[in-house]
Nanobody
Framework: QVQLIESGGGLVQAGGSLRLSCAASGRTFSTYTMAWFRQGPVKEREFVAAVTGSGRYTYYADSVKGRFTTSKDNAKNTVYLQIDSLKPEDTAVYYC?????????????????WGQGTQVTVSS
């Protein structure tokens, strides 16, 4: 079992930055691909970013490339999402997820464990 706890959300003006963190329990953190998803108002949950178990490879949705950066610290059992140049359309609940992913890493069905989410609100 893996438990995930996100933090770092908040209210920020457009153009600002936030750093989200996701702390994981368990001793096998390095084996999990970690991903970030978000769900905005009246929107379906969507893939944002993922990082492989080793932290070596990262993947991003086209809508966030160049503004979002994810990283993984296996020594701290923590994954991060740095969000820069925030836009009002980035307003959403952000979730981190963990899974042993062997296929489509942008599908939420690839992930077995989910955090409770952290709210990010961007004002214009």
């Amino acid at each position: 079992q893996v438990q995930l706890i996100e933090s770092g959300g908040g209210l920020v003006q457009a153009g600002g930055s936030l750093r989200l963190s996701c702390a994981a329990s368990g001793r096998t953190f390095s084996t999990y691909t970690m991903a970030w998803f978000r769900q905005g108002p009246v929107k379906e949950r969507e893939f944002v970013a993922a990082v492989t178990g080793s932290g070596r490879y990262t993947y991003y949705a086209d809508s966030v490339k160049g503004r979002f950066t994810t990283s993984k610290d296996n020594a701290k059992n923590t994954v991060y999402l740095q969000i820069d140049s925030l836009k009002p359309e980035d307003t959403a609940v952000y979730y981190c997820a963990a899974g042993i992913v062997v296929g489509n890493r942008i599908s939420d069905r690839a992930y077995d464990y989910w955090g409770q989410g952290t709210q990010v609100t961007v004002s214009s």
